[in-house]
């Protein structure tokens, strides 16, 4: 299951979409939720974006409200921090709490709103990129916009130990679980602690096997990429430059829309 978002990627309606549309769309969705300065566009944009991933790209939509509750949860809890610390404004709502008095004002809520659908829109249009774009193809564009050398194959080798870890964590996790390693908090945290030690371990054997391999095989510092870069059509073009025009002006016209 840890291969599941390129899985996606590899598999969705939009697979065959240009690299370099799918790109500038959500680029350009998550530009047009930074320089809103209400929370409107940052809606729309999420809406958007969240409609095309499931509509569109045909991405399961319970698969996607679960990618989502992940970072939407500290979104929440970040937007709170800001209703209750931020002030400016008329007081909404207030309470007193041992000895002091909880309470937000229109200034308050205002900013949380902004804070909340920025980040929203923001992940949407992140997961958009992530579940409709592998990340071959994403390494290949890099090449293409010359970056250094490094940067792209640095790249490469933390993609590539994300799911060496993911996998020797798993292992290692399951075999403590089969030996009853969880039982009790005492257990949990021994187990954790061996288990954060092991991965340590493992990931250093890991690297060292892949120099050896990259030796073996000739390595001149340049990792190939195979990835077939998909350039943008006339017709993907129109489509990306028409949202991002909506959004664009979206974000302009609705600054001073607030919610108080």
Known sequence: ???ILDDYAQQNALRETGTWAKLLLGGGA????????????PAFIAASMAA???????????????LLTIPL?????????????????????????????LAFTTGSVNQAALVLSRTFAGMCALFFIALTTPMVEIFTVLRSLRLPPEFVDLAML?????????GEALATRNAQEIRQGYAGFGNAVRS????????????WEKGEELIL????????????TFGGERGISRREGVAVV??????SALALLSGGIQIF
């Not at 921090?81 to 709502?93: A, C, D, K, M, R």
């Not at 954790?192 to 990931?203: E, Q």
């Not at 391999?213 to 190939?224: E, L, N, Q």
């Open 1 to 3: 299951m840890e291969n």
């Open 30 to 41: 998550i530009a047009a939720a930074l320089v809103s300065a209400g929370p409107l566009a």
């Open 52 to 66: 095309i991933t499931v509509g569109i790209a045909r991405i399961p939509a319970r698969f996607y409200a679960t």
């Open 73 to 101: 949860s500290f979104a929440v809890l970040s937007a709170g921090v800001i209703l209750f610390l931020s002030g400016g404004g008329e007081t909404v709502w207030s309470m007193p709490f041992g000895g002091i008095t």
């Open 158 to 166: 933390i993609y590539h130990f994300i799911f060496v870890l993911i």
């Open 192 to 203: 954790f602690s061996m288990l954060a030690g092991t991965l340590f371990v493992r990931a």
């Open 213 to 224: 391999a990259m030796d073996a095989r000739c390595y001149d510092g340049i990792f190939p």
């Open 242 to 247: 028409a949202y991002l025009s909506v959004c």
